[in-house]
């Protein structure tokens, strides 16, 4: 808009009218939701009798109970699991798949091929897999020698096999983004860093890295917010058992909720969830993204 040039009516209300339609999804799937999670949260209600107000006592009974407890452990356990090896496994994997090779170009192939298949029908396969009579995994165990594992039917080992499942998936989709990032870096560098005689450890933390750092951020957030909302693997797998040693936050949520019709405890564990998702995003963005190398 040329300067002296009065604004129409028109001019004024088109960037409200372009970003009303965003907005109103918005509210309507975001922050609707949200506020009345947290309404519900102060409420005891059964989906049959009225809600009743009742304050702070749903959140005094879930961090009483045990298992919400145990709940917050396993989901923080998983998530620590799930950022930091899969995360670290996805950028040394995408910094071996740097050469254009037959053998690099096949492995790329490959190892997208888990995340484009249905989360049910991985968890459903992987359950036979891992199954402790006839499973695929303690038939090869045996076929070397090895004792057969109780995988997802013991304490000791369902946890890691869930996280196994959930890194076998989601490896191939984050090592191809990060394998992006790494063919985006100038070339120009690397051969700087050549003749310099620079070795391989000092071109990763000095050159790689930092070029790659904005996609590494990215999946940081999302990976953590995904490793929080876990749930069909749990409750293919294992149904939060044995016990309660799979039991994550959103499958409390849900036994609470469909199972034992109590809602407000359900809302109370929700905030909870969204709160620590929330304080994990900012304290991200504080503390790392100064950090992020923007080029």
């Known amino acids: 808009m040329h300067e002296g040039v009065k604004k129409t009516r028109w001019d004024i209300i088109r960037p409200y009218v372009f970003i009303f339609p965003a907005m ?58 799930m950022v930091g090896i899969g995360m670290t496994l996805s950028t040394l994997l995408a910094v071996w798949l ?33 199954n402790k009579d006839n499973g695929l995994l303690n038939t090869v165990l045996n076929i070397f020698g090895l004792p ?8 000791d080992t369902a946890m ?3 996280i196994i ?19 985006n870096i100038p070339s120009e560098l690397y051969e700087a860093a050549d003749l310099d005689n620079a070795n391989r450890r000092s071109v990763f933390f000095k050159i790689t890295l930092p070029m790659i750092s904005p996609q590494l951020f990215t999946l940081l957030i999302t990976n953590t917010i995904g490793s ?23 499958y409390y949520i849900y036994k609470q909720a469909f199972q034992l019709n109590k809602i407000g405890l359900a809302a109370a564990a929700g905030v909870v969830l969204m709160a620590i998702v929330g304080v994990l995003t900012i304290v991200y963005f504080v503390v790392l993204s100064k950090k992020v190398h923007y080029q």
């Open 24 to 81: 109103f999804f918005i509210f309507l799937f975001v922050v609707y939701p949200s506020i009345d999670l947290i309404i519900r949260s102060f409420q005891e209600w059964n989906l049959i009798a009225a809600p009743k107000w009742v304050g702070l006592e749903n959140y005094k009974y879930n961090f009483g109970k045990r298992e919400f407890v145990e709940s917050i452990r396993n989901t923080a356990i998983y998530a620590v699991c």
């Open 98 to 130: 740097k050469n254009n090779t037959w053998l690099n170009n096949l492995t790329r192939n490959v190892m997208f091929m888990p995340h484009v298949i249905s989360l049910l029908s991985v968890a459903m396969v992987w359950t036979w897999i891992m």
């Open 148 to 155: 057969s594992l109780k995988w997802i039917d013991s304490r």
């Open 160 to 162: 890691m096999s869930v």
């Open 165 to 183: 499942v959930a890194l076998w998936k989601a490896l191939g989709y984050n090592t191809l983004l990060i394998h992006a990032a790494i063919q």
């Open 228 to 250: 929080f909302k876990v749930f069909e693997t749990i409750r293919i797998m294992t149904k939060g058992g044995p016990g309660s040693a799979t039991q994550v936050l959103v």
